[in-house]
């Protein structure tokens, strides 16, 4: 898959699972109708099984791989999604040690913030979509973070020492948490990854088809169950790469749904 339809048309995201099924199992008829060919035109035709499992090893070993990596981008994902929705409404609660202007200022921030968040994914066509929602974000972090600047100093004399202590460690997790968030955003392994896996699972399916013409070992219920397995596969992976595309909403944004409720 090109890494340029995936930057300039982030919609192609959701379709990329089943165009990988489509190329395997038109592959694989190809490597059965070329394996019917020779058998037809040839005395003797030997499949190696030597090489034909080096193939399948190495296929096997790439997938393994890039579902590893998917998992461990998801799994980032999903913990930082939980850090953003506890520091948000952490640094909201504690905003009742402000001034009650400051505290007013600070929270209407700070509901913005997480109506920009739940948004970055919504409506982007193309990589620069996204990169104007999260400058949007930013822009936002900046002010909270400077409106907490000037108002904690102002805070009552009675909450002046909650307001150091506890109000300004959470706007520092509040600050890292959304700047991680901004990061893993983009954090996705290189496209040539994404290729050779493609390439890999192709030239399987394409000596699968011909094994099994060349050998008669036709077995399609067998083949049907390699293709459906293979396409789940695939499923999995880019739905844990890419969760924005591919999960649902509200299952994906939970939490922040959830302090969305509590914060209005």
């Not at 998992?71 to 909201?92: C, G, K, L, P």
Request: hydrophobic share 45%; aromatic share 12%.
């Amino acid at each position: 898959m090109s890494s340029y339809l995936i930057t300039n048309h982030l919609g192609i995201i959701k379709y990329a699972p089943l165009i990988f099924l489509l190329s395997i199992i038109i592959f694989l008829l190809f490597g059965w109708l070329y394996g019917r060919y020779r058998i037809r035109t040839s005395k003797d035709v030997i499949v190696r099984d030597s090489l034909a499992t080096a193939i399948f090893s190495l296929s096997a070993l790439v997938l393994g791989f890039t579902f590893s990596g998917s998992n461990d981008h998801f799994n980032q994902r999903m913990n930082n999604a939980r850090n953003e929705a506890v520091s948000i409404e952490r640094v909201y609660q504690s905003s009742k040690y402000l001034q009650a202007a400051d505290q007013a200022a600070v929270q209407r921030t700070l509901r913005e913030i997480l109506n920009t968040r739940l948004n970055v994914y919504k409506d982007i066509t193309v990589l620069e979509d996204l990169n104007i929602h999260l400058d949007a974000l930013n822009a936002q972090l900046t002010k909270v973070n400077e409106e907490l600047v000037l108002g904690i100093p102002k805070a009552p004399q009675k909450y002046k020492e909650f307001a150091d202590k506890i109000l300004s460690p959470q706007l520092g997790q509040l600050l890292e948490a959304f700047s991680n968030g901004v990061l893993q955003s983009k954090n996705h392994p290189p496209a040539i990854i994404e290729r050779f896996l493609f390439i890999l699972l192709c030239v399987g399916s394409l000596l699968s088809g011909y094994a099994m013409a060349v050998q008669k070992e036709e077995d399609w219920f067998l083949t049907f169950l390699y293709v459906g397995l293979m396409g789940f596969a695939i499923l999995v992976i880019f739905s844990l790469e890419f969760p924005n595309q591919l999960f649902p909403y509200d299952v994906l944004n939970a939490e922040l749904l959830r302090v969305q409720e509590r914060i209005r």
